[in-house]
């Protein structure tokens, strides 16, 4: 895995806080100050694993994260999602088509879990 494709999952893997979001940080800066106070947890909790790992994290949002590229990684993210709905779609109709009610009920919830994933990509992507 690039270093570049390690930073994007990482990016997703860590979203900002409600608390940012409402004290108005947006984009790299939420993300910076939800790593820091990740930080500050896992130095109250002597968990240095987690602080090694998290300041490592801090480093590269420092060194590479920029609003812009922020952006189209979430933009990235939503198509994706998108796509999984998609599919989750057809896989439904394919099933309700075949007229197993087990088969209609699992693909009914892997669609609600697919349009979950959704409507979470695209909060990340407003922040």
Avoid: W
Wanted: with cysteine; aromatic share 4%; glycine share 4%.
């Amino acid at each position: 895995m690039t270093r570049k494709m390690t930073f994007a999952l990482l990016l997703l893997a860590l979203p900002a806080t409600s608390a940012f979001a409402a004290s108005g940080l947006t984009g790299c800066a939420a993300k910076k100050a939800d790593i820091e106070q990740q930080i500050d947890y896992a130095k109250a909790h002597n968990n240095s694993y987690r602080v090694a790992g998290l300041e490592k994290a801090l480093a590269e949002v420092t060194a590479n994260c920029t609003d812009a590229s922020l952006r189209a990684d979430r933009e990235a993210d939503v198509r994706k999602k998108e796509q999984k709905v998609a599919e989750r779609e057809q896989e439904l109709n394919e099933a309700k088509a075949s007229g197993r009610a087990d088969k209609i009920e699992k693909k009914q919830e892997k669609l609600n879990d697919a349009k979950d994933e959704l409507a979470q990509a695209k909060d990340e992507l407003n922040k």
